[in-house]
């Protein structure tokens, strides 16, 4: 008898994107117009972190500020917006077109909490900085109950 091993964890939002990741890479490498969103590209990040902080770094060089959007709950960053890309010459066709265009989106899912009341961001020479303050484990939040 063979026996299988298995994880329990609690990152299944983690589990979960790797394996809509997987899924539609796989769809996207057999045929290239196939994709779960409606974003034609993902954005490249860094993420790293310290004791108190969470750091992202985004590269989407080109896209204007008000093309783009940042969205922040405490436990996800969606970094979204469009790339508007110059048209080709008329009389020309392209030789190379490794540059991706139009609508973008990126959804990174935290690990640990984070205060989002305490949120910076600026974009900089093609790159989206985003400073995100960890929210305490110890801190609370009391839900009042009602009674009917």
Do not use: C
Not at 39 to 61: F, G, H, M
Not at 91 to 104: M, S, V
Request: neutral net charge; proline residues 6%; charged residues 30%.
């Amino acid at each position: 008898m063979e026996y299988i091993k298995i994880r329990l964890t609690d990152d299944f939002d983690d589990l979960e994107s790797r394996l809509d990741r997987t899924i539609s890479d796989l769809f996207h490498s057999m045929r290239p117009g196939f994709s779960f969103s409606k974003a034609a590209w993902k954005p490249q990040l860094d993420v790293y972190e310290t004791a108190e902080k969470i750091y992202i770094i985004a590269e989407i060089a080109g896209v204007e500020k008000e093309d783009l959007e940042l969205e922040i709950n405490p436990r996800a960053v969606r970094i979204f917006g469009k790339r508007s890309g110059a048209p080709p010459a008329d009389n020309g066709k392209y030789r190379l077109a490794e540059i991706q265009y139009g609508p973008f989106e990126r959804v990174l899912y935290l690990r640990t909490p984070v205060d989002t009341e305490n949120v910076t961001a600026k974009y900089k020479n093609g790159f989206l900085y985003i400073d995100l303050n960890k929210r305490p484990h110890s801190q609370k939040q009391k839900i009042p109950i009602n009674i009917e």
